[in-house]
């Protein structure tokens, strides 16, 4: 089976409007339930280098984030593969370990899955605010549709 | 004329610690200025909730420590309801926080602050079998074969030449303030991929005892989890077999690889001793043996040191008024009754007044208010938080183990305990601490094992779950020695709802402004007197900063897809 495990990671801090997108797509995406129990999903909150074991574990990856720098714009982005920057910079604290530190230890590691999908949006409104704003809920079902899409067609590769 | 460096990380967005170091004629760090540029409001969140939740929220605060503020948040909410939890409860909390300390420790050191000190792209020149021969001759470690070496190099130089090597593309390397030859860069790095791989495993014990990771489950009156040897759901004798697993491997880890490369490593910088600072330093303690109330039964002991005074330990505390205040001379919030007074937690007001310049700015006006951080002080002293203390006040209360791991690290380096007061000191306290807490991880396994041979399963205590048992009004505080120093939540409910919650985190006293006497805080001192070899790259600032361990931005998680450069350094 080309696609044994897909982890479906969630990022983003439920406590700061926006920028809580990822977990709250997640959370739509689980409650489609007929994929069969090697899709897992993570709620990885703000955790950065943590989640490392989520990327080197399976063979494909999807992950719901906010994207900057762009402007909110009222579209989701996917970005697969080598679009995704991978690197190890020079940083402040451990706050700044994010997905793209991860995926440059998982190159060094040797331990890339086979396909690797980031699906996100520009966030709109980042105050300190539980909750997303109206704008970026209603893109919710698309971005999921999204992440749908791309693990179908993983799961047909793999039979 | 005086040179202002400022260090500033994700300048787009809303960044959250920035450096200014004032420099004199010979690039001498004159003076300094720590700034958090975000605004960290949970307290406001947390008003008229259900307290049983506030742990939940507390836990997304930060990315680094969830389980920190977890665990604080529920002690706090015990302790003003008058909870005691079972036995089980506290030890698997023990364990836990000591699960979290030392994985902790192991990715600061490694991924964090090592490359302070490891030049990666020197390593590419190193000889594997003299890295062998030197690996061989400091640990027992099984990784250290030529080949294992060569393997590794030629994976580096197949990084670089793919182009690559832009995944360490940031670093300064072969900046003149690295002194480690080439093979024990190549060690350091090995040990880092060695580490990251390793760290996966330690937190499974989250996962086993809190249900799931990140975000394992806390409860107000214990822990969620269910005891029972015999059942394939509960924690049975399978789970803690994988928990003692995890345990012995990581007090190997430690053993063999992350304290033979912090001795060796620290054998070359011995002699750049700048970066200690305060000399003050503060302990809450943690790790109850018994209640947390109980504080002289802690395995780390509470206490604080003033002017690096180890033969006088001041008792501490954090429920006397007159002790942890946090003003806001410098900051941007304002008091109802003065800006410039300190307020015990348990009166403490969260009110943001932003009087700082509009973004992007070239620098701050220091003389004025120049921090979301607020200004805790201790007494009016302004204190370090952190291994160090801890380090320090179990040194100086005598505490055995302590002592040993203390003067073994000190002989092999062949430096005084003086040595400790600096950045070098704090890093070397770092490990000395995540040796004493795996050390920890056993005691409380084989405590778990006696209580649950017993026949005591009891996880938790319901007696206070049902809000029709609380008092009209109460308050309390809880706290915990987070893996970069003490924590402490505040918390006053009235009518079943959060009436006031204040959390003052480690970083707060480590990173804060000056106060209203014009007294620094810890890193802003600990820059002081350090001598700067080439201004466009501040890497002695980072070594300093990161030894701290710094945690400010508690909020965000945007991905960046430009993203090459986060930390800008401009000099104005």
New interface residues.
């Given amino acids: 089976m080309k696609f044994k495990d897909i982890n479906v990671i969630g990022?983003?801090?439920?406590?700061?409007g926006d920028?809580g997108f990822?977990v709250a797509a997640l959370e739509m995406f689980r409650e489609a339930t007929h994929f069969p129990s090697s899709v897992h999903c993570i709620?990885?909150?703000?955790?950065?280098?943590?989640?490392?074991?989520y990327i080197?574990s399976s063979d494909a990856v999807i992950?719901f984030?906010?994207?900057?720098?762009?402007d909110y714009d009222r579209r989701v982005y996917v970005?697969r593969n080598d679009e995704l920057?991978?690197?190890?910079?020079?940083?402040?604290?451990?706050?700044?370990?994010?997905?793209?530190e991860m995926l440059?230890?998982a190159?060094?590691?040797?331990r890339m899955p086979l396909e690797i999908a980031?699906i996100?949006v520009p966030?709109r409104e980042?105050e300190?605010?539980?909750g997303l704003s109206t704008e970026i809920s209603l893109l919710l079902p698309e971005a999921v549709e999204q992440a749908h899409a791309l693990v179908d067609g993983w799961l047909s590769e793999s039979r | 004329m005086a040179k202002r460096i400022v260090v500033d990380p994700i300048p787009r967005i809303e960044g959250h610690l920035r450096i200014e170091a004032k420099l004199n004629d010979s690039n001498v760090i004159e003076d300094a200025y720590s700034s958090g540029t975000m605004w960290r409001g949970i307290e406001v969140i947390l008003k008229g909730r259900d307290p049983r939740d506030a742990w939940a929220f507390t836990e997304r605060i930060c990315g680094v420590c969830t389980t920190v503020h977890a665990l604080a948040s529920v002690r706090c909410v015990e302790d003003a309801l008058g909870i005691t939890i079972p036995t089980n409860a506290r030890i698997i909390r023990n364990l836990m926080n000591a699960t979290q300390v030392t994985q902790d420790h192991l990715v600061h050191f490694y991924h964090l602050h090592a490359l302070d000190w490891v030049d990666v792209v020197s390593a590419l020149k190193a000889d594997p079998k003299q890295a062998s021969a030197i690996a061989q001759s400091i640990s027992p470690w099984p990784k250290s074969s030529v080949g294992y070496f060569k393997d590794l190099q030629q994976r580096l130089v197949g990084f670089v030449e793919s182009g690559q090597l832009g995944i360490f593309s940031n670093g300064y390397w072969g900046h003149p303030a690295y002194k480690l030859p080439a093979e024990v860069n190549l060690i350091a790095v090995a040990h880092y991929l060695e580490a990251l791989d390793f760290q996966k495993e330690i937190i499974k014990i989250h996962t086993i005892f809190g249900g799931k990771n990140p975000h394992p489950n806390y409860l107000v009156g214990g822990m969620a989890c269910a005891i029972d040897p015999n059942s394939d759901t509960a924690i049975n004798i399978e789970r803690l077999m994988m928990v003692k697993k995890i345990i012995d491997d990581t007090n190997t880890f430690i053993d063999q690889v992350y304290i033979p490369d912090l001795i060796a490593i620290a054998g070359y910088y011995k002699g750049w001793l700048y970066g200690g600072g305060l000399g003050n330093y503060l302990s809450y303690g943690d790790f109850p043996e018994t209640t947390l109330a109980d504080f002289k039964t802690l395995l780390w002991p509470r206490g604080a040191i003033l002017n690096k005074d180890l033969a006088n330990v001041i008792d501490v505390d954090p429920r006397d008024a007159a002790q942890v205040t946090e003003e806001v001379s410098h900051s941007w919030y304002t008091y109802s009754g003065g800006d410039n007074k300190g307020l015990h937690p348990w009166k403490g007001e969260t009110t943001p007044a932003y009087t700082g310049p509009k973004p992007p700015f070239e620098h701050l006006d220091t003389t004025k208010k120049y921090s979301w951080l607020k200004t805790p002080r201790w007494k009016n002293h302004p204190m370090e938080v952190g291994p160090l203390a801890r380090v320090l006040v179990a040194y100086a209360k005598g505490d055995p183990m302590i002592k040993d791991t203390v003067g073994m690290v000190l002989s092999k380096l062949e430096v005084g305990p003086e040595a400790l007061f600096s950045t070098l000191g704090r890093t070397a306290a770092r490990g000395i601490e995540c040796k004493q807490t795996a050390g920890f991880m056993n005691h409380y396994y084989a405590q778990l094992i006696a209580n649950i041979k017993t026949g005591d399963y009891r996880t938790f205590n319901s007696e206070r779950w049902d809000p029709a048992s609380w008092p009209e009004e109460c308050k309390g505080f809880g706290y915990t020695e987070a893996p970069r120093g003490s924590l402490g939540h505040w918390i006053k409910i009235k009518d079943k709802k959060i009436k006031e919650y204040q959390i003052v985190v480690p970083s707060t006293w480590n990173a804060s402004p000056r106060d209203a006497n014009g007294n620094s805080g810890a890193y802003e001192s600990a820059l002081k007197g350090t001598p700067m070899i080439n201004p466009e790259q501040p890497l002695e600032i980072l070594r300093t900063v990161h030894s701290f361990d710094p945690c400010l931005a508690c909020a965000s998680h945007l991905f960046d897809m430009n993203g090459k450069e986060i930390t800008s350094v401009t000099i104005v």
């Fill in positions: 990022l983003g801090n439920l406590l700061y920028e990822g709620d990885g909150g703000t955790q950065g280098i943590y989640l490392l074991d080197e992950i984030d906010a994207l900057i720098p762009l970005y920057p991978a690197f190890i910079h020079r940083k402040m604290s451990s706050h700044q370990m994010g997905l793209s440059g230890i190159k060094l590691h040797g980031l996100g966030p980042l300190l605010n539980v």
